[in-house]
Structures are given as structure tokens and as C-alpha cells.
Nanobody, 121 residues
Framework: QVHLVESGGGLVQAGGSLRLSCAAS????????LGWFRQAPGKEREFVAGISRSGDNTYYADSVKGRFTISRDNAKNTLYLQMNSLKPEDTAVYYC??????????????WGKGTLLTVSS
């Protein structure tokens, strides 16, 4: 089992940058493929970015490709999401996700509680 805790959300102006972190408990962090999802007010939760167990493979939603970068540090049991060129439409609660399958696209086994990002215009 893994416990996920996100941090780093806040208020930022459009065009700005922010980095989210997700700290994980447990000794098997590297066994999980990880990802970030987000849920905007009144909308369904959507996939943002994913990363393989080793960190060698990453993939993104079209809406964030080229602006967001997902990474992980298996030694620190931490997942990151670097967000640049932020837009008001990026405003959402961001969730960290973990799965024992090869990708969060195939399902999520564990969710964090989320961290709120607000991008002002």
C-alpha cells in the first residue's frame, strides 16, 4: 500500500510557473507507475501526465504538452509536476495517482487528496 500527499498548490498569475510535489509513504515506491490528474470546478477528473516506474517514459494530455513536465525521484519517494506558462484553464484540484499496472491509463490503485491550483488572468 502507498499513501500519497500532494503539496505545492496555490495562486499564480497566468504565464507563471509552479511545481507540485507528491510525497509517498512505503518502501515500494518504485513499484508504482504514477501520474497526475486534475478536476476543475464542475468538470470530471481528467488525466494530466503519467510516468513509468523507472521514470524513463512520460506521457501527457494534449492540453499540457510542452508546458508541464512530470518527473520522479525514487530515492526520495517523490513525484513532481513542473508547470510552466500556466493558463486560467489550468485551475483545478490536482491529484497524485499510483498504480501497480504499467500505466495510470489502465486504472489507479491509490489517490492523494489533492492540492488546489488557481491561475488568475
Amino acid at each position: 500500500q502507498v499513501h500519497l500527499v500532494e503539496s505545492g498548490g496555490g495562486l499564480v498569475q497566468a504565464g507563471g510557473s509552479l511545481r507540485l510535489s507528491c510525497a509517498a509513504s512505503g518502501r515500494t515506491f518504485s513499484s508504482y507507475a504514477l501520474g497526475w490528474f486534475r478536476q476543475a470546478p464542475g468538470k470530471e477528473r481528467e488525466f494530466v501526465a503519467g510516468i513509468s516506474r523507472s521514470g524513463d517514459n512520460t506521457y501527457y494530455a494534449d492540453s499540457v504538452k510542452g508546458r508541464f513536465t512530470i518527473s520522479r525521484d525514487n530515492a526520495k519517494n517523490t513525484l513532481y509536476l513542473q508547470m510552466n506558462s500556466l493558463k486560467p484553464e489550468d485551475t483545478a484540484v490536482y491529484y497524485c495517482a499510483a498504480t501497480l499496472s504499467s500505466s495510470v491509463h489502465y486504472g489507479v490503485d491509490y489517490w492523494g487528496k489533492g492540492t488546489l491550483l488557481t491561475v488568475s488572468s
